[in-house]
């Protein structure tokens, strides 16, 4: 099992940047594919960004491509999710979550494992 722990949210102005944090304890952190993903008040949590266990394939949805990068650091067992040139319509609750075994990368439903999610709030 893993336990995982989102930080960094926050309030920001539309422009802005905010570097999210998931810490995961308990099984290796390389185990899993790690993934973010985003819920906003009345939608469904929808796929953000995921990277493989080995850290060198990332993906990433249409919507935040090229304002977003994940990254994992196998050593302090934790991914981050830095999000530059943000807009009103990324305010959302975002999720870390870790997947034992993913063939899409972008499926919720192939994630095992996930935090308490962490508020991101962007005005514009």
């Known amino acids: 099992q893993v336990q995982l722990v989102e930080s960094g949210g926050g309030l920001v102005q539309a422009g802005g940047s905010l570097r999210l944090s998931c810490a995961a304890s308990?099984?290796?952190?390389?185990?899993?594919?790690m993934g973010w993903f985003r819920q906003a008040p009345g939608k469904e949590r929808d796929f953000v960004a995921a990277i493989s266990r080995s850290g060198i394939n990332t993906y990433y949805a249409k919507s935040v491509k090229g304002r977003f990068t994940i990254s994992g650091d196998n050593a302090k067992n934790t991914v981050s999710l830095q999000m530059n040139s943000l807009k009103a319509e990324d305010t959302a609750v975002y999720y870390c979550?870790?997947?034992?075994?993913?063939?899409?990368?972008?499926?919720?439903?192939?994630?095992?494992?996930w935090g308490q999610g962490t508020q991101v709030t962007v005005s514009s």
């Open positions: 979550g870790a997947a034992t075994s993913s063939r899409t990368y972008v499926s919720r439903d192939e994630y095992d494992y």
């Open positions: 308990g099984r290796t952190f390389s185990s899993y594919t």
